[in-house]
């Protein structure tokens, strides 16, 4: 290509500088010269012009038959995909099928474990009942047998320590204490008791006494003056008037 470019520069420079003819745009160039250049630029040119030529002639022939390939190429990979697509489905079809199946029989081992599982624990519950309610009679007879056997023996340690004289003259006397100090403290309190009740008793005499002649006080100065006209000089009934006659 750089050759075809030169070839061209010479050319236009030959042109250029060719001489004109007189009166016109005309000019006068060697044709030796400038058909020497032309095979130049002929020789130089690629050979891929005349193949892109080529294509350009038969542009429509070649684009119907690259239509016609992609419509093949897509009829072709639609018939595939649609294939692809059934054998997906029955494929899956069937891993669903086993996977059910798989699973159904998953299911039924499970249930069998746990039916079985059931049974032994029923069994193991059985025996442990058992086992726990002989161990349970027999530590409730052992405790029964210790039972009998402690009161027993307390029993007799009880007439062991009864029989002991000094045993026996110490409770006595320590019983008589008790009995003494008991009785001392009912006394005291007894005492205490009687002075508590004279004390309230003498306190509710001497408020009495106070209300007494208050009373007493409260009629002699009403009938001070003397008894109004048509009153009874006297005092009927026995009444004395002073307001001693109110304690009964």
Not at 38 to 51: K, N, Y
Not at 180 to 203: H, I, N, P, T, W
Not at 229 to 235: H, I, M, R
Request: charge should be negative.
């Amino acid at each position: 290509m750089y050759r075809v470019f030169e070839s061209l520069d010479a050319l236009v420079t030959l042109v250029e500088e060719a001489r004109g003819v007189p009166m016109t745009s005309n000019c006068v160039v060697p044709r030796g010269d400038v058909l020497e250049l032309l095979d130049d630029v002929r020789e130089a040119l690629p050979g891929e012009l005349d193949d892109a030529q080529d294509v350009l002639d038969r542009r429509d022939e070649l684009v119907d038959d690259a239509a016609q390939e992609a419509e093949q190429t897509r009829t072709s990979a639609q018939t595939d995909a649609e294939e692809m697509l059934a054998e997906a489905q029955s494929e899956a079809e069937r891993m669903v099928a086993e996977a059910r199946a798989e699973a159904e029989q998953l299911l039924a081992k499970a249930r069998h474990d746990a039916e079985r599982a059931v049974t032994d624990g029923r069994r193991q519950y059985t025996e442990l009942t058992d086992r726990a309610q002989i161990d349970a009679d027999r530590l409730a007879h052992a405790g029964r047998a210790a039972h009998d056997r402690y009161v027993a023996d307390g029993q007799a340690e009880q007439a062991r320590l009864v029989s002991q004289t000094e045993v026996v003259r110490a409770a006595n006397a320590e019983a008589a204490r008790i009995v003494d100090e008991a009785d001392s403290e009912v006394d005291r309190l007894r005492q205490e008791c009687d002075g508590y009740v004279d004390a309230k008793l003498a306190e509710f005499e001497d408020t009495l006494t106070k209300a007494l002649r208050t009373v007493s006080r409260g009629r002699t100065q009403m009938w001070r003056g003397g008894p109004p006209s048509g009153a009874p000089t006297g005092l009927s009934n026995g009444r004395s008037g002073t307001g001693m006659d109110l304690i009964e």
